[in-house]
């Protein structure tokens, strides 16, 4: 981890943010695995600074839902929840499909400017290989169709549940396979969109997401075995 000097001028909300930042890093990478525990000193001894800003940030990860507290225990990672996850994608697609259907309803010529800058990325330019890249790419990707639709209430929602399941959905790009196959798979559904075949890209939305679930599934519980074995 990387260490925070606590006599550094940094306001305390400014402190509690970073200690924050990182702890969240810290888990995204695994070095936090699911099902650890761990105490507020122990993370304040780690980072040198005092236990204040750690459990700020503490409790503003626990209201994201990455740590849980046990009163006598300490803090523990959160536990892998798949039924949670499977809900979270469910939802992903009833919100991603809606914008679909709203986008091609719109007359000819009348698609916005991220349709534009979306397939100029995932249609117009040489592919790029590395998964991490990509993965961003790819998030950004759903939420620009979303936000596209021009409901402002519904892109809040969809950008909440991507920071929710952004843990688990990144892992879908450790192998080179998916990478081919999303470039693939968001290809096909903006020329639907962009040719107004609503059904069509409705279907193959759902498709990409539910393969995506499957593959996060399967390899997330490799990953976190083989993460174990490493500790």
């Known amino acids: 981890m990387q260490i925070i000097n606590s006599r550094s001028k940094a306001r305390p909300e400014g402190l509690a943010e970073r200690i924050y930042l990182q702890l969240k890093d810290d888990i995204f990478d695994f070095h936090l695995l699911p099902g650890d525990r761990f105490s507020e000193n122990e993370v304040a001894q780690r980072m040198d600074v005092s236990r ?5 940030a503490l409790f503003w990860l ?13 803090w523990q990672v959160r536990p892998f929840d798949f039924a949670y996850f499977e809900e979270l994608y469910d939802l992903r697609i009833v919100l991603e499909c809606e914008a679909v259907k709203r986008l091609c309803a719109r007359p000819v ?14 249609i117009d330019e040489p592919r790029l290989e590395d998964g991490k890249t990509v993965s961003l790419h790819d998030e950004q990707f759903h939420m620009a169709l979303v936000e596209a639709a021009g409901n402002g209430e519904m892109a809040r929602i969809h950008r909440d549940l991507t920071e929710k ?13 998916r990478v081919e196959a999303t470039y693939n798979e968001h290809a096909a559904i903006l020329r639907a969109i962009l040719q107004h075949q609503a059904e069509e890209a409705q ?3 759902s498709n990409h997401i539910a393969v995506s679930k499957a593959e996060v599934r399967k390899i997330t519980l490799h990953m976190l075995h083989q993460a174990r074995l490493q500790q």
């Open 52 to 56: 204040t800003p750690v459990r700020q």
């Open 109 to 122: 010529g009348a698609l916005p400017l991220q349709l534009e800058m979306l397939n100029s990325f995932w």
């Open 165 to 177: 399941i952004r843990i688990i959905r990144r892992l879908d790009f450790t192998q080179i396979s």
């Open 62 to 74: 626990e209201r994201e839902g990455y740590v849980e507290v046990h009163f006598r225990s300490g």
């Open 203 to 205: 279907t193959l939305l």
